[in-house]
């Protein structure tokens, strides 16, 4: 299955998978909503999305695929900028390949990423043990961009729709994730964490 809001990339994919053998496409989408819907319908055991696959983006959308049962490995097929072969492989992708890359090599990762192997360029994955933030479960990340804001734990309870003992519980893991001891600590954190990203 193929996610890419490219008409021109998903067509000229879609040829190209249509023309393997080893292939069969059975699907395309233009958004993440699209490949989700499709992917939660029929089975698909690979997927191939675009990072930026409108409006989830490509990480919520392995985010919320991870959920399900049986869900498709995927490879991101993205251009190979900043640091997103190692936010695809934080995210729990299978597999990465830039868009400079010949077509073989999407062709050839998606065989191996069938056969259950990961497949990514050269990583120091030391920089994904560094990043706390990228630990975090979407929860704890909606509840640690709440927390910023400066809510109470009955406002972020009333925000997020659930109950003040679950935003306790959800807190006690966020502090311990991210090696804080209080509210007032995490709240710094993340807006140092933001600072070295250039968000702010």
Same mark, same amino acid.
């Given at each position: ?8 990339m ?25 490949? &989700? ?13 675009d ?17 399900q049962?049986?869900?498709?490995r ?19 992708a ?11 090599? &999407? &062709?050839?990762t ?21 990043d ?26 009333r ?28 709240i710094?954190?993340f ?10």
């Open positions: 299955m193929l996610g890419d809001a490219n008409p021109l998903l067509t000229a994919l879609s040829e190209i998978f249509e023309k393997d053998r080893r292939f069969s496409l059975v699907a395309t989408a233009a958004t993440a909503e699209g490949f &989700l819907g499709m992917a939660m319908r029929m089975p698909v055991q690979v997927g191939v999305i990072w930026n696959l409108p409006a989830l983006g490509g990480a919520r959308l392995i985010d919320v695929l991870r959920t049962v049986n869900p498709p995927l490879v991101v097929y993205a251009e190979d900028t900043g640091d997103v072969p190692r936010k695809a492989m934080a995210a729990g299978a597999g990465f390949v830039s868009r400079s890359d010949p077509v073989e090599r &999407l &062709l050839e998606c065989v191996a990423v069938a056969k259950g192997q990961m497949v990514f360029p050269f990583l120091d994955i030391r920089g994904l043990k560094q706390p933030i990228e630990a975090l479960s979407p929860r704890e990340r909606t509840l640690l961009e709440a927390l910023s804001k400066g809510l109470t734990n009955r406002e972020l309870a925000d997020l729709e659930i109950s003040e003992n679950t935003v306790k519980f959800h807190l006690s893991n966020l502090f311990e994730k991210l090696d804080v001891k209080n509210r007032a600590q995490a710094a954190f807006y140092a964490n933001r600072a070295s990203r250039g968000e702010m």
